[in-house]
């Protein structure tokens, strides 16, 4: 008898203990996992819950929506990719695009799209952004541009007018600083905004961080060409001399995003290159933002006007058990009815928008957007950052840092296979 | 000597199926969790291994290995992970010590004492991470305000951003989160201490410093040398302190082995890399074991005598 209930116990307790490790969701075809990083509370996810719940409930299907920081849901998906055990709908990021395709994770959702009503009120370049390998992998969810933000108010104090180029932010200098205590222009040195505010600025250049070859894979070419070698470095030389000019506060060189929104919010920036998110500062720091307009991002003389279009993909995952049903959720997201219950002032949908600045003023500037290509991002845009580091925090000529960055572009290209050859 | 009878032999069997049925739902369960990851990563270390590029994989021998040796980062990241480490250490035993001989102090409000010092080590990692970035932060820091303002310098400090101040402010973050642990191990074993010790140590003319170098410290040989290797161990491999505060930064002034592996993994997705620096790691802190397990048991022999 004793043996018995011990075999049975232990039996028991095995198949407990074995049952906490078994996988989760994404298995049954009545069930979609979805992942999701929107603020607990605020508008976007008030708007999206019962719109979830709704869609769910006509279709027949259970919705378990999770959410996560991006930088979670980046590396959950990963780890999910490794172990085959992944969600069935994804909120993701451009950057994951490249990555996550070539994982092999992302379904291919082209028929869906052709069929989209909505397609149409989608740009090219939202369009291009969803597509890898000649396949589209997403409905765009949320699309902004980044503009230059400008406390006029502190400006007007300081007798400066709005820059329009690099020169001009340069010729500003202290100006701003010595008169208000507030520092000129905002510069983020490290974290995840720090590669696309650079990507940003090498676009308004005319140069590419990797440009597709004609066998279909990637190379940054600036090593092999003097001319684009030049510009790189003013690039590079731009950011030292934003420094060296006393446009910008010396410790933006290792703040990320968290501390240049904050100090642009509470007005401790004057101006400030960022996404229209910053309209939700107006009601935390109402005494503050009440005085900001939106422009341009300032360029070269040489060069041209760009900005960072950032158009987020909702992502399907192609071993989903409810594939279609799941690539009908990803377009309900991008969807008018969606839209503009949610993402109204930053849809990719040229028929939703508001006449607020935070979606007029940005929307203007959506035809000078440039997007990453689509590869492997997350070793090329630590090299970027590292590139960046080189210059404000160990003093090295720009140059070495557009020659060094190159190169380390270039292998971590070849080490996803996403070099030109491979 | 008498041999065993039959019915003893059957006990003692039965006795081990018992002993081994009992135990083997723990078995299987150490061996789904530890082993098989294990396993995996002892395979990957010397196997061509990357989550995004598919064209790589097979044997790689020592690749792995010669590929993170020779990486600029990992003398840095190296050195790092023994400043941390030994820094953290060495300043939780020392404040978590002095903290419980004071604690040890019979006052008014010693409850009130003990509670607060212990604060610290109930505030979640994350959340102390984040708060002492704000608290260091130069342009709207408190503490930066109390040093300007009291004319002790003359323009903030980039505590978290300057490469001179970034190590030493992680390691005084995460002293200032640990000792709480030092001092609830060590006050349990002073309260341990039987008086007599003190008193005959008094009538031996024994002063306090004298009766602390002579009577306390000996008694807690034991507990120090458990926490301080448990910590030596647990600083080392700690991932999430350093990268809520610096992600190993600024321009990898605090990057230490594990946030390296992080990179490895998670940035450049190169699990073969991760692995063979995980594999260095393990070996590193089983040495750490090693030389515990052996001092652990000299001191048990001393005791026993």
């Known amino acids: ?422 | 000597m008498q041999s065993m009878r039959v019915g003893d032999v059957s006990r003692t069997r039965s006795n081990r199926r018992f002993t081994i049925l009992a135990l083997a739902p723990a078995w299987l369960f150490l061996a789904a969790l530890i082993g098989y990851p294990l396993v995996s990563v002892l395979t990957d270390a010397f196997s061509h291994a990357h989550l995004v590029n598919g064209d790589v994989g097979g044997f790689a021998g020592l690749e792995n290995f010669e590929k993170v040796v020779s990486d600029p980062h990992f003398g840095p990241a190296v050195r790092n992970t023994l400043v941390w480490t030994v820094g953290s250490v060495v300043g939780e035993f020392v404040i978590g010590l002095g903290a419980a001989v004071l604690l040890n102090v019979r006052v008014r409000g010693q409850g009130f004492f003990r509670v607060a010092t212990f604060i610290p080590w109930l505030v979640p990692i994350v959340v102390a991470g984040m708060t002492w970035e704000w608290i260091l932060n130069p342009d709207f820091g408190i503490f930066n305000s109390l040093l300007t303002q009291s004319g002790l310098v003359e323009s903030p400090i980039n505590f978290l951003g300057d490469k001179n101040w970034a190590m030493a402010t992680v390691v005084f973050v995460n002293i200032w989160r640990t000792f709480p642990y030092y001092t609830i191990s060590f006050l349990a074993a002073m309260q341990a201490i039987p008086n007599e010790l003190y008193e005959a140590a008094s009538l031996d003319g024994a002063g306090a410093w004298r009766r602390f170098w002579s009577v306390t410290m000996p008694q807690l040989r034991s507990v120090s040398l458990i926490i301080v290797f448990i910590h030596l161990i647990w600083t080392a491999v700690n991932f999430d302190f350093i990268w809520v505060m610096t992600q190993g930064g600024p321009n990898y002034a605090t990057i230490t082995l594990p946030i390296l592996i992080y990179r490895y993994s998670l940035q450049q997705y190169d699990v073969g890399a991760a692995s063979a620096l995980s594999t260095l790691m393990l070996i590193a802190t089983s040495l750490v074991f090693v030389v515990y397990y052996r001092y652990r048991r000299r001191l048990s022999e001393e005791t026993v005598g």
Not at chain 1, 79 to 98: F, H, I, Q, R
Not at chain 1, 104 to 118: M, N, Q, R, Y
Not at chain 1, 154 to 166: I, N, Q, R
Not at chain 1, 313 to 332: D, G, H, I, K
């Open chain 1, 1 to 422: 008898m004793r043996k018995k209930l011990i075999i049975v116990a232990a039996i028991g307790t095995t198949a407990l203990a074995l049952g906490g490790c078994s996988a989760s969701g994404g298995e049954d075809p009545d069930t979609i996992e979805l992942w999701t990083s929107w603020t607990e509370g605020e508008s976007t996810a008030v708007a999206l819950e019962p719109l979830i719940e709704a869609w769910a409930e006509e279709n027949g299907y259970t919705v378990n929506q999770s959410n996560f920081t991006y930088d979670q849901i980046h590396e959950k998906l990963i780890a999910s990719a490794a172990g085959g055990n992944l969600p069935d709908v994804v909120w993701g990021l451009p950057e994951y695009v490249g990555e996550f395709q070539k994982i092999g994770v992302l379904a291919d959702v082209s028929d869906a799209w052709e069929a989209w009503e909505d397609a149409s009120l989608v740009s090219d370049s939202v369009k291009a952004a969803m597509t890898t390998g000649g396949a589209v992998v997403g409905f765009p969810y949320e699309t902004t541009v980044r503009a230059y933000l400008v406390h006029d108010d502190l400006l007007a104090e300081s007798g400066v007018s709005v820059p329009e180029t690099w020169d001009d932010v340069l010729a500003v200098g202290s100006t701003v600083e010595d008169a208000t205590g507030s520092s000129f222009y905002g510069l983020t040195g490290a974290g995840v905004r720090q590669p696309q505010e650079l990507f940003v600025y090498l676009a308004q250049k005319g140069l590419s961080i990797a440009e597709e070859q004609p066998d279909g894979g990637y190379a940054n070419t600036w090593n092999d060409d003097p001319e684009q070698l030049v510009k790189a470095t003013e690039v590079f030389q731009f950011y030292a001399d934003l420094m060296d000019s006393g446009a910008v506060n010396p410790n933006s060189a290792t703040y990320g995003w968290e501390e240049t929104d904050d100090n642009f919010a509470t007005g401790l920036t004057a101006t400030f290159v960022t996404g229209n998110w910053l309209g939700e500062r107006e009601a935390s720091n109402p005494e503050t933002m009440g005085d900001v307009s939106v422009h341009a991002i300032p360029y070269p003389e040489d060069g041209e006007p760009a900005t960072y279009l950032e158009s987020k993909p909702m992502f399907v995952m192609a071993n989903s058990e409810s594939l279609e049903a799941s690539t009908e959720l990803a377009e309900q997201f991008a969807s008018e009815e969606w839209q503009s219950a949610a993402f109204a002032d930053r849809s990719a949908l040229s028929s939703v928008t508001t006449d607020s600045k935070w979606s007029k003023g940005f929307a203007e500037l959506l035809d000078t957007g440039v997007a990453y290509p689509p590869v492997s991002l997350g070793e090329i845009t630590q090299d970027m950052q590292d590139a960046l580091a080189m210059v404000l925090q160990d003093g090295e000529s720009p140059e070495a840092a557009a020659m060094w960055l190159s190169d380390a572009i270039n292998e971590a290209l070849e080490a996803s296979g996403d070099a030109s050859g491979s």
